[in-house]
């Protein structure tokens, strides 16, 4: 049998969330694609339990990583998290609507882009938006692909123009345990973000 005989032919998964896009969005937090649901904690962005994006926001916002935790029961607290969003203008998707796992587990190293998120249609649906920030190395590369946008070092941005609209894309450390830098220093890019793009009261 021929090598072509025996290709394993991975599944198309499909975005299984809508783009969280609050009106009052000044921020959009572009990442790359969910992991598979049995990794879920939460039905909502980012719901790895292991991933550290809500304890980051946790001290940015609050000061305290486990704002957003529910410690006992292993999970985040979602009703808190969008209340959260909704308040200080921060909007959620990912670079990708479709993707096939090459491996079956949630590295972004092994996605298969499939389909690409179309992101002047996001933009037109949050009118105050100025800021894009893509929250790791996958859903960077799958963005300046499309835009041909220079990669800025560790939290700085690049100057871009998306359907006639002057943005800046921020650089922002990975989310991920895997990524090599302590949660502090992670919540501290992200703190200056935050302030930077006037999502901070």
């Not at 609050?22 to 962005?45: E, V």
């Not at 692909?145 to 800025?152: A, C, K, M």
Request: hydrophobic fraction near 40%; proline fraction near 8%; glycine fraction near 4%.
């Amino acid at each position: 049998m021929s090598p072509a005989a025996t290709k394993v032919e991975h599944p198309v998964e499909r975005h299984p969330l809508q783009p969280f896009l609050p009106p009052n969005a000044r921020l959009l937090m572009l990442g790359s694609f969910p992991p598979p649901k049995a990794r879920w904690c939460i039905d909502f962005f980012y719901p790895n339990r292991t991933n550290m994006m809500w304890e980051i926001f946790g001290l940015v916002f609050f000061d305290d990583h486990n704002r957003l935790v529910d410690v006992e029961h292993k999970t985040f607290r979602k009703e808190d998290i969008v209340q959260l969003l909704n308040l200080h203008g921060i909007a959620i998707f990912d670079t990708a609507r479709a993707v096939r796992r090459l491996s079956g587990n949630a590295s972004d190293k092994d996605l298969e882009i499939v389909e690409k998120t179309d992101i002047p249609s996001l933009l037109s649906q949050i009118p105050l938006c100025h800021d894009i920030v893509c929250t790791g190395q996958k859903s960077f590369s799958v963005f300046t692909e499309d835009y041909g946008t220079p990669v800025p070092t560790m939290g700085k941005s690049v100057e871009l123009t998306i359907s006639g609209r002057s943005l800046r894309l921020w650089r922002m450390p990975s989310s991920s345990r895997a990524y090599p830098m302590p949660l502090v220093e992670k919540a501290s890019y992200y703190r200056t973000l935050m302030q930077q793009v006037g999502c901070m009261m």
